[in-house]
């Protein structure tokens, strides 16, 4: 089946007034907040005596308590109801909090504005779980990664336009524009929801707990089901505080340091948004189709290395008020705007992979009270990161200070949570390995079973095999492999990582071998993958050796399918046998092809071992 871009969503009902909704939202969510900071900032006698630092981290705090104290009963509720009606309503309820909004502007209240802006928070509040809850059951696995890419895109476009428009309605526009705009926004986004398809609710009969506390505590609950997902939303977690510190300060970023107007803010916030939805858009591309969760190591290194070089490149500016001409002009200027644009991206790689593990990986029944302790926990986490950063600049860290400080904080956690969860640092070896050291050819991977169980058996090759077939499939694989190999040291690291399967003959090590074949029982019968190299060895000669009849005895003990792959490319690399000595084994050529070939699954009751050796040895063709 020919693979289908992202893009062709759009053309899709399923997904088209949703993506709509959204994204329509997060334009007004950004409209509003920025022309409400702007104006705080460069007009704050008009507003408010608060100090414009004070009230902007007063706005951050207020936009983001909601997400503390209602979250718990916005999951249970996008649970227990079908989500677009849950949509719907939170975007009716939209239009009527920008009506308050616009009677704060027209009244010049910072009391009524700082009102609305805690009502948006509870609007987003009550639209995450649902939203995020809602692609996996209008997606399939495959176009995961592309519709999180999508809506990610839609939200930073958006937030490029909102922060466009705020810019000019704050500088240009009447209060009548301000409010007229707000509110016709709010309405085109309703009018979107509308169009979108019902769907069954996920636990209709779900008892909504009313209470914040104790609702809080049953989604957290729920998303410590699986350590892998609490830990890769705790990911998320940390990439909004990351975000959190430095957008909550680019205003006064602009105009005390870079010396800059309203519209440079309007600039750095465009480089930093225009960079997340591009590398959101790149997640697809990079992964396959798949999630891979390979990219978030990436994208950490990206968030620290240009968070770093941000401090570095911040020029001392000459003047004030600069407009943005002026400050494109003035040298170092570029550097700046394209740290902040790299940030982005590298974050649209980080946090993509995320969400959609996160979404793979639970269970629809709890889906929607999952992402609400999602969304509690990136709440805490940009409270946290506001009280940093006002402790920090308090204490006499200065803004650029602080940024180089919280790209060097992000090294560490990444270190950290990586050291927890070795399968995101594994997988970014076997990202980097099939993207940049060799150049991989995948062919009849469909024939790979979307779901349930199936046996893999391939030719051994090369150290490197597990880690090249474990990038190229889809899903997840439990690899069995030989015991002697988890004794050398980096090996051992990567395959233990791997949780691969350590099997010993039987003479050698009767209990490794009885144990071998109990893991793989249960995992078989838990639906998943498993995959053996059947040669029980790496190749000596490049030939594919007899294959022995272990796998049988796995196929009486739990029949399922056989899928026979096969590798070639790999036999005059570093990484097989072909040569004895180590300085030998230097790469011959860098980006070589290898190919990784994918037969038709063969039932476990007309498995026999010699058609299986035979399949494989079609498979590959000519020796190489």
Known sequence: MAEQSQF??????????????????????????????????????????????LLTNIAAGLFILPFVLFSGMAGQLADRYDKARVLKFVKAAEIAIMAIAGFGFATHSIEVLLGALFLMGMHSTFFAPAKYGLLPEVLRDSELVGGNAMVEMGTFVAIVLGTLVAGLLAAHGGIALIVTTLVAISLLGFLSSLAIPKLQPAAPTLKIDWRPWTSTWENLRAAGESRTVFLSILGISWFWFYGAVVLAQLPLYTKDVLGGSEEVVTVLLVMFSAGVGIGSLLCERLSGRKVEIGLVPFGSIGLTVFAVDLYLATPAMAGTDLSARDFIQTAGSWRVLMDMALIGLFGGLFIVPLYAMVQQRTRREIMSRVIGANSILNAVFMVVAAGLAAVALNAGLTIPQLLLLTGVLNAFVAIYIYSLVPEFLLRFVAWLLIHFVYRLDRRGIDNIPEEGPALLICN????????????????????????????????????????????????????????????????????????IFPEGRLTPDGEIGEFRAGMMRILKETPVPVVPLSLSGLWDSMLSRKYKQVWKRWPRRFLAKITLKVGEPVPAERAEVQDLRQRVVELRGAAQ
Request: glycine fraction near 4%; include cysteine.
């Open 460 to 531: 051994h090759v090369g150290f490197a095999d597990a880690i090249v077939i474990s990038a190229a499939c889809p899903r997840p694989i439990r690899f069995i492999m030989e015991s002697s190999i988890f004794k050398i040291p980096v090996l051992s690291t990567i395959f233990r990582g791997m949780k691969a399967i350590p099997v010993a003959p039987q003479k050698e090590n009767p209990e490794v071998y009885e144990r071998a074949f109990q893991l793989v029982a249960a995992e078989l019968r838990d639906g998943n993958l498993v995959c």
């Open 8 to 53: 062709q969503l759009l053309a899709q009902r399923r997904f088209l007034p949703f993506f709509g909704a959204q994204a329509l939202g997060a334009f007004n969510d950004n409209v509003y907040k920025n022309t409400l900071v702007i104006l705080a900032t460069y007009q704050a006698a008009s507003y408010t005596q608060l100090e414009p630092a």
